[in-house]
């Protein structure tokens, strides 16, 4: 990138997209690593981290000058992130320790929602749908699939972020539609 580490961090200080998605693809998967140090914890622990991780980045940053300089402090906002989501989730299971209510069993048939589904990724790419497969079913990390598909850790990411979310607005406009559906009834 021209004009290198202060010209990006600049021009995500001015809002800039393009930095920004410039700044994830660069620094992506250092962040993750250094979700792992810190935390010790499993993937999708790591992910929520660089996740809330980026968002303070985008929120606070200011023009850094130099790369050390820039990693020194991207070190500092993802272990800070990585403490607060410690914590916050210390405090969860102590409140859910503390209330102590017995699980909730669903036995309602599923069928016509797993028809649905099947439905649904059958209309979707069928790189995604292994991608889907690999992730959910046969439990394979997001590193693990990047691997395999010479990608990033973060375009895996990405690419399951957007086709669930494709998924649950489709399921939720087809519970819309159902709804009006049993209303004119």
């Not at 995604?128 to 394979?140: G, T």
Request: negative net charge; aromatic residues 6%; glycine residues 4%.
């Amino acid at each position: 990138m021209p004009g290198g580490t202060q010209h990006l961090t600049a021009a995500m200080a001015a809002g800039d997209a393009d930095a920004v998605a410039a700044f994830y693809r660069e620094y992506f998967d250092w962040m993750f690593i250094q979700a792992r140090l810190a935390t010790r914890r499993d993937e999708s622990f790591c992910l929520d981290v660089v996740q809330d991780a980026v968002l303070r980045v985008m929120r606070t940053i200011k023009p850094v000058d130099s790369e050390p300089q820039i990693r020194a402090w991207l070190r500092l906002v993802v272990q800070t992130t990585a403490f607060d989501l410690l914590r916050g989730e210390k405090r969860r299971k102590a409140r859910e320790a503390a209330s102590a209510a017995p699980e909730i069993v669903c036995t309602a048939d599923n069928g016509e929602q797993l028809d649905w589904l099947a439905e649904q990724l059958r209309r979707l790419d069928p790189q995604l749908v292994k991608i889907i497969q690999l992730r959910f079913e046969h439990r394979w990390t997001l590193r693990r699939i990047g691997e395999m598909l010479g990608v990033t850790t973060g375009a895996v990411d990405g690419r399951l972020r957007r086709a669930l979310q494709a998924l649950r607005e489709s399921a939720t406009d087809s519970e819309d539609h159902a709804a009006v559906h049993d209303d004119a009834m």
